[in-house]
């Protein structure tokens, strides 16, 4: 689903939300998409979800950017972009994903079925 700047409504952006973590094993909810990054921090959660990762849903949040991160935060409690869900759950931002690799836990997190 493309949304146009003038067309979006916050219902539609909620249900956008909704559907693509209950039908996506993992997504990505960043500024840009996987072509263009638009900020560093989606630029670097794109990165380490693809190092693990081939097959994953990215979502551009530029074109309603506000009504994203409210839609975001009630599911996450977790106010910036980028933010990564895997099975439903809400895993975190770059820095988590970081932390996690540095750990060496984001392969299996990534990877492992419910």
């Known amino acids: 689903m ?4 003038e067309s979006f409504d916050p219902d539609e952006v909620d249900a956008r939300v909704e559907e693509a973590i209950e039908n996506n094993h993992v997504v990505l909810f960043m500024k840009g998409n996987r072509l263009m990054p638009q ?6 959660a794109l990165e380490l979800i693809s190092t693990y990762v081939d097959e994953f849903e990215t979502i551009d949040v ?8 409210e839609a975001l935060d009630e599911r996450s409690g977790w106010e910036t972009i980028p933010q990564t869900f895997v099975d439903g759950e809400f895993i975190g931002g770059s820095d988590i994903l970081e932390e996690l690799d540095e750990r060496g836990e984001l392969e299996s997190t990534l990877t492992d079925a419910n």
């Open 2 to 5: 493309t949304f146009q700047p």
């Open 39 to 44: 900020c560093g921090y989606s630029a670097k």
């Open 62 to 69: 530029l074109p309603a950017l506000p009504h994203f991160r």
